[in-house]
């Protein structure tokens, strides 16, 4: 047996040498205290490789650039003046990239947390900016009648 093949791989916890004896038949008590250094840690759910590892880097996390690339497209277009039009882009690549943690088994670099948190923070973050840019002003696409009683409430 090969030090590689003792060696855990990235899911697996190490296993512990045995507690050395303190004399005849009795053991050393190990602390139950977390380690000062941590050694590793896991990856998230689904932080795999989008790709097998024979692709190139960017075929292998194709879902982050995709994310990637609608924010910086719709950043782009807020920059050429086209406030509502970008921003909406911008939520809805936020959103993609929600149905991206849901839809795929393996996202590379777009999972950071579990899937659930995942999807919580991009859906609520997309569906946010994209109504909040439709109800911008002046000249709102959506209309919500409730807001203006917050607003008066709150602000006036």
């Known amino acids: 047996m090969t030090a590689e093949a003792s060696e855990p791989t990235a899911g697996e916890q190490p296993q512990e040498p045995p507690a050395p004896l303190a ?3 009795r053991f050393i008590r190990r602390s139950r205290r ?3 250094i941590t050694r590793d840690t896991a990856r998230p759910e ?3 490789r989008a790709a097998p590892g024979a692709a190139p880097a960017p075929a292998r996390q194709w879902p982050l650039l995709a994310v990637m690339g ?3 497209l719709g950043l ?3 920059a050429l003046d086209a406030f509502r039009a970008g ?3 911008i939520g809805l690549s936020l959103l993609a990239g929600a149905f991206f943690r849901w839809a795929l088994p393996e996202v ?3 999972a950071v947390r579990s899937r659930f948190t995942d999807m919580l923070t991009y859906g609520l973050l997309g569906a946010a900016i994209v109504l909040l840019s439709l109800m911008a002003q002046p000249n709102p696409w959506v209309s919500i009648p409730f807001l203006d ?3 008066h409430f709150t602000v006036r």
């Open 46 to 48: 689904g932080g795999g």
């Open 23 to 25: 004399g005849p038949g």
């Open 149 to 151: 009683d917050v607003v």
């Open 34 to 36: 977390f380690p000062l």
């Open 87 to 89: 921003t909406v882009l």
């Open 108 to 110: 590379g670099m777009l």
């Open 70 to 72: 609608g924010v910086g």
């Open 76 to 78: 782009l277009i807020v």
